[in-house]
């Protein structure tokens, strides 16, 4: 493997010799791999996941899009924000095909800072939400419709249920765990299309949005704490901004993380939600809309909802999209995020108040 990666590495304009590849990050869906270089550089090499994204040129473009948008307004930015670079081929090519037709490229490294899997304090949580809300106000001047919608029907709660009750039930429902997670979804099932319906009635507008924007995705710089860098942008696409900021707090709320072997110890944390509304509403409050602040609740409630629906609906296909450790891996992670919607269901009133009292 080692040898393959130095190959592709060697197809970009590296600039120095290679020193050292290593896996890097664990992400559910792409391959990465940090690339250290004999001058001190880094670099990030990526391999999308072709099964997801099937039409990867569309994903290259969007990122160079993307790209060249940001990088024309970072310095009227405050302090520091980054977006990593793309770095091209000699031929000046965006990224390289292997002879297995993946696509490869290779991305600039955020220095000095870090993700993290869980929130640590609220300061961290705070600086989750800001970032969510530059990334948001950054590309609120960029046409929705120059981005290729890359994942038709990502986060569009519907699908995800149709494509849920087409999955044809090979016994694998038999446990406690899975009758619960059918009987959860089946209680919640008009749940669904709140957002689309609110797009369909005209009250959310499509705006390029990140696409997943959880805890992971925010590069923390070591040195200040603050956000510097929100990465991981190949779900970048035309959306509702509420799939990002349910997303952001389904992820940054849960003090034990997505990937916590303990659902009972799974929480919605109300000071950390307190922090990244505040967060948020510092950089993006100028352009949502009331209607837009009525549906951030129901964002939060739904985005848990629908990704405990994928990860159950993929255990039940024998785990053909996310990446699983072990055979339970994907049903662990749907408990973990229904019980996450419990826990925001329960302090439905009190998120509720927050947004009012931020607004
Ligand atoms: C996947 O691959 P990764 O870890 O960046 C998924 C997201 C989920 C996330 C949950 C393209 O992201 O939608 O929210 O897992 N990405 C895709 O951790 O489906
Ligand atoms: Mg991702």
């Known amino acids: 493997?080692?040898?393959?990666?130095?190959?592709?590495?060697?197809?970009?304009?590296?600039?120095?010799?290679?020193?050292?590849?290593?896996?890097?990050?664990?992400?559910?869906?792409?391959?990465?791999?940090?690339?250290?270089l004999q001058d001190g550089g880094r670099r990030v090499l990526q391999r999308l996941n072709s099964r997801v994204f099937q039409r990867p040129e569309q994903v290259m473009a969007n990122l160079r899009v993307l790209y060249d948008h940001l990088a024309g307004q970072l310095g009227r930015e405050e302090g520091r924000w980054e977006v990593p670079a793309i770095h091209c081929s000699p031929e000046g090519g965006d990224y390289v095909l292997d002879s297995d037709e993946g696509c490869w490229r290779l991305l600039g490294f955020i220095e000095g800072a870090k993700a993290y899997d869980t929130v640590q304090d609220t300061a961290h949580a705070r600086e989750a939400g800001r970032a969510l809300g530059r990334f948001h106000r950054l590309v609120s001047s960029l046409a929705p419709a120059r981005l290729h919608d890359i994942l038709p029907g990502f986060h569009v709660t519907p699908a995800y249920l149709s494509a849920y009750d087409a999955v044809v039930d090979e016994g694998r429902s038999g446990s406690t765990d899975s009758r619960w997670c059918r009987r959860f979804i089946a209680e919640r099932r008009e749940l669904a299309p709140a957002l689309e319906?609110?797009?369909?009635?005209?009250?959310?507008?499509?705006?390029?949005?990140?696409?997943?924007?959880?805890?992971?995705?925010?590069?923390?710089?070591?040195?200040?704490?603050?956000?510097?860098?929100?990465?991981?942008?190949?779900?970048?696409?035309?959306?509702?901004?509420?799939?990002?900021?349910?997303?952001?707090?389904?992820?940054?709320?849960?003090?034990?993380?997505?990937?916590?072997?303990?659902?009972?110890?799974?929480?919605?944390?109300?000071?950390?939600?307190?922090?990244?509304?505040?967060?948020?509403?510092?950089?993006?409050?100028?352009?949502?809309?009331?209607?837009?602040?009525?549906?951030?609740f129901t964002a939060a409630r739904l985005i848990a909802f629908e990704l405990g629906l994928r990860f159950f609906a993929d255990w039940l296909v024998g785990d053909r999209y996310f990446k699983a450790r072990d055979r339970q891996h994907n049903l662990r992670r749907a408990v973990v995020q229904f019980r996450l919607t419990e826990e925001i269901e329960l302090r439905e009133e009190a998120i509720r108040a927050l947004v009012a009292e931020l607004s």
């Open 197 to 296: 319906e609110a797009r369909a009635r005209g009250e959310l507008q499509v705006r390029p949005i990140h696409g997943d924007p959880k805890v992971s995705n925010i590069m923390i710089s070591e040195e200040t704490g603050r956000a510097v860098a929100l990465i991981d942008l190949d779900t970048v696409k035309p959306g509702l901004i509420h799939y990002d900021i349910g997303d952001c707090l389904r992820s940054c709320c849960n003090p034990v993380g997505e990937e916590t072997g303990d659902p009972a110890a799974v929480r919605f944390d109300l000071d950390f939600c307190r922090a990244i509304l505040a967060g948020y509403l510092e950089e993006a409050g100028g352009f949502l809309t009331a209607a837009d602040r009525q549906h951030i």
């Open 1 to 36: 493997m080692d040898e393959k990666l130095r190959g592709i590495a060697a197809r970009f304009g590296l600039g120095a010799e290679v020193a050292e590849i290593r896996p890097m990050g664990a992400g559910n869906v792409n391959d990465t791999f940090l690339v250290s």
